[in-house]
């Protein structure tokens, strides 16, 4: 009988070996403890699913500016790494890899979470609409980052590496998609600036290339996560593709562990050809993650077609902490509801 390709063995790099293919993408619960911290439950939740070939960890912020929702993970002071090492710790003893994902909100934020100051932004483009998670704020002006501030935050990313490699993590993800920080630098409608940081696809792609050079003197292991068109967080614009044209070719020399789609594969853009994944793959020639609304049975026919190399399985998971073996076996797969985001099962 012919192998299942989902359960194919992958190495991401030098050494970094997979038992399958599917990955369980970052999925923000809004489950840390009031500090920050990730807690027992945390632990018990990633380890339940460590089977899944590769678990990145949802969004972490790597820094308090970087907050954008309530009860966030951190991962930029000590008792933050000493939570994150309780979650890796089961983790690597069921047998598990795990990357942590760091993340700044940028403009989707609100002084609500950062003691009153301004969100940070490449330019003072507001975000309209109102903070989610049960908060009734309106978002609202950011404040444009001096150039100064451009660099201390590439600085947060490079501690919060070194701050995941120290909590036991195996690599990390950085979060370059979905409308925050470093999306809003790739896209003309949240990067209106004239400077080396704006302006073209060129300067807009630095920040995105200074974090990725920052965090790699930290961590053997880094992938990144994009969203090349506007798909959260900011309104869809054809004429973004030039910048991610440019950004997905220069990428091709960065020697990254992977490039995980941030986007929505089932969903079409007239702008691109074929979906979100086949457009990332048409230009990077690395290993890639596709993402968007995937079964058990679309993404074998999308890994055999070579798409992508990994599928990310998101809601499937939250509801199925035993997925792997329920699609090894043919087992029903428990449909994903809403009601589930209350608890960590």
């Known amino acids: 009988m012919k192998e299942d390709i989902l359960f194919e063995n992958i190495e991401l790099g030098n050494g970094l070996n997979l038992e399958n293919r599917i990955v369980m993408p970052p999925m923000s619960r809004s489950k840390a403890s009031d500090d920050l911290i990730p807690t027992d439950a945390m632990a018990d939740y990633y380890a339940r699913r460590a089977e899944t070939g590769l678990i990145i960890v949802e969004g972490t912020i790597v820094s308090p500016m970087a907050q954008g929702y309530p009860n966030s993970p951190g991962l930029y002071n000590e008792e933050q790494i000493e939570g994150w090492k309780k979650v890796t710790d089961k983790v690597h003893q069921n047998g598990g890899k795990i990357f942590a994902q760091l993340w700044h909100c940028g403009r989707v934020s609100h002084p609500f979470y950062l003691e009153g100051k ?24 950011p404040s444009e980052m001096s150039e100064e501030v451009i ?11 070194a701050n995941a490699r120290k909590a036991g993590f195996d690599g ?6 979905n409308g925050y920080l470093i999306d809003q630098f790739l896209h003309w409608e949240t990067n209106q600036r004239t400077d080396a940081w ?10 995105l290339f200074k974090i990725i050079e920052a965090v790699k ?7 990144v996560r994009l969203s090349p068109v506007g798909y959260l967080h900011l309104e869809e614009n054809e004429e973004d593709k030039v910048i991610s044209d440019y950004y997905l070719k220069q990428l091709n020399q960065y020697e990254l562990t992977y490039v ?3 986007s929505i594969d089932d969903k079409p853009y007239q702008y691109i050809d074929g979906s979100v994944t086949q457009y990332i793959r048409s230009l990077y020639q690395g290993i890639v993650i ?5 079964s058990a049975e679309s993404a074998r026919e999308m890994l055999s077609r070579g798409d992508a190399d990994l599928v990310a399985i998101g809601r499937p998971l939250i509801a199925n902490p035993d997925y792997i073996e329920r699609v090894k076996t ?8 809403n009601e589930m985001l209350a608890e960590l099962v």
Do not use: C, W
Request: net charge negative; proline share 8%.
């Open 290 to 294: 596709a993402s968007g609304g995937y």
């Open 118 to 141: 301004l969100p940070l932004a490449p330019s003072a483009v507001p975000l309209q609409g109102k903070v989610p998670r049960g908060k009734d704020l309106e978002y609202g002006m």
């Open 198 to 207: 704006g302006g073209t696809p060129e300067k807009m792609s630095q920040f």
């Open 217 to 223: 003197q930290e961590v053997e292991y880094v992938g």
């Open 330 to 337: 043919q087992q029903e797969i428990k449909p994903y509801s």
């Open 151 to 161: 660099f201390s935050v590439i600085g947060e990313f490079k501690q919060a590496a």
């Open 172 to 177: 990390v993800e950085i979060h370059g998609a």
């Open 260 to 262: 995980h789609n941030g």
